[in-house]
């Protein structure tokens, strides 16, 4: 028979590891007799579909705080290992203002060491009324689909290639006295992806690099268009760039350490909704989601982590971490116009606690005391970011 291929086999895995319900691991070792080669296959799986139910305070003011989302997932249709996902998010106490709803679909490819994403997402959001001027709300809708192609590993290097095709359908609405100052935008990007993961010893690092180009015309998507839109300088055949880093490194006693950065470049004005934005609990705590966008940016976070606390109590079946942080950000504009600024820059400092149960129950709180003000939060002002999560 044939040698097995031990690039092969580590290539394979990139993708079938992939699979959110099980992990596998190949295991090569000399055979009983002279040239063989016994091969130890071990395969932990779960069940092939999960429920999650989560609780966040990533609101606003104007459509409530709470945010309170359900999920469902199957990782095994038709027994090929096809992955359906479908989310829905609301408001709890303005359900009639909140309505986000998610779905995607992941078809691997093993032959061709490949797989292919579709998703497709709708939101609508009302503000209500500002300052009894005028009424704001948003809606949008987006489809997607990403060809994925597991590269051969380099090295210790596992990396892949992706190219996708987005359709993103934004529609805004300032009305006054029944007139909308706003007007609907449809862009087209496509997209090409590289993106890796070392792992190491002590530690793991990630990265990933991107370049949008967007398809003018069609309904809504011509340079016309655009300037009718919040951004009257926008081009509709905008280019971008956008990279990111994540580096983990476990440190003496248990400790960790997290540092992540990543960013957005381009030399046009867009439209809102390709702007790079930054605050929230995921780029810089202490602000809303995206209080602060614009056309280039980047943002960066500084973690460190304490050993589990939860085992040291005698709460085996419980991992409790505390961890302190610095975040920062900016944001950047092009073709500034007459009463516009050129950016921001924000950042601020904390801590926080990750607390789970196995893999069905997880608690993340933050605490952030605003370092450079912006947006609409002034210096030392303080926000308290809390997520919770149940799998079933």
């Not at 999960?50 to 305070?57: C, H, I, M, R, T």
């Not at 605003?370 to 919770?388: I, P, S, T």
């Amino acid at each position: 028979g044939e040698a097995p291929n031990s690039r092969r086999i580590a290539r394979n895995l990139q993708l079938v590891n992939e699979h959110p319900a099980k992990q596998t691991t190949v295991l090569l070792r000399s055979g009983k007799a002279e040239n063989e080669v016994d091969i130890a296959l071990k395969v932990d799986d779960d069940k092939p579909w999960k429920a999650v139910a989560s609780l966040d305070n990533t609101g606003t003011s104007q459509t409530g705080y709470l945010r309170l989302g359900v999920g469902f997932q199957y990782s095994n249709l038709f027994d090929r290992d096809h992955v359906l996902t479908a989310q829905y998010i609301t408001s709890p106490t303005r359900m009639n203002s909140v309505t986000i709803v998610g779905l995607g679909y992941r078809i691997p490819f093993y032959a061709h060491n490949s797989s292919l994403d579709l998703i497709a997402g709708y939101s609508d959001v009302d503000s209500g009324v500002v300052q009894e001027l005028f009424t704001v709300s948003g809606s949008g809708a987006v489809f997607g689909a990403r060809w994925n192609y597991y590269l051969p590993k380099w090295g210790e290097i596992e990396h892949k290639l992706g190219f996708g095709l987005d359709y993103k359908a934004f529609q805004s609405k300032a009305i006054v006295a029944g007139q909308n100052l706003l007007g609907d935008v449809t862009v087209h990007p496509v997209s090409v992806t590289y993106g890796g993961v070392l792992r190491m010893a002590n530690g793991e690092f990630g990265y990933h690099l991107a370049a949008l180009q967007n398809i003018p015309g069609g309904n809504d998507g011509t340079d016309r268009d655009l300037k009718n839109a919040p951004r009257p300088d926008a081009r509709a055949a905008y280019r971008v760039y956008r990279y990111g880093v994540n580096y983990v490194r476990l440190l003496p006693a248990e400790w960790q350490l997290r540092i992540g950065f990543s960013g957005q470049e381009t030399g046009d004005a867009l439209v809102p909704g390709e702007q790079f934005g930054i605050g929230g609990p995921d780029t810089v705590r202490g602000f809303l989601v995206r209080e602060v966008a614009n056309d280039r940016g980047y943002n960066g976070t500084v973690e460190v982590f304490t050993p589990d606390l939860a085992s040291r109590f005698g709460f085996k079946e419980w991992r409790a971490r505390l961890v302190g942080f610095y975040d920062w950000g900016t944001t950047s504009r092009n073709s500034i116009q007459a009463g516009e600024a050129s950016g921001e820059s924000i950042a601020s400092a904390g801590f926080g606690v990750r607390l789970a149960r196995g893999k069905n129950f997880s608690v993340r709180v933050d605490v952030a005391q605003v370092l450079n003000a912006g947006g609409a939060r002034a210096k030392n002002d303080q926000r308290v970011n809390a997520a919770f999560a149940f799998v079933y």
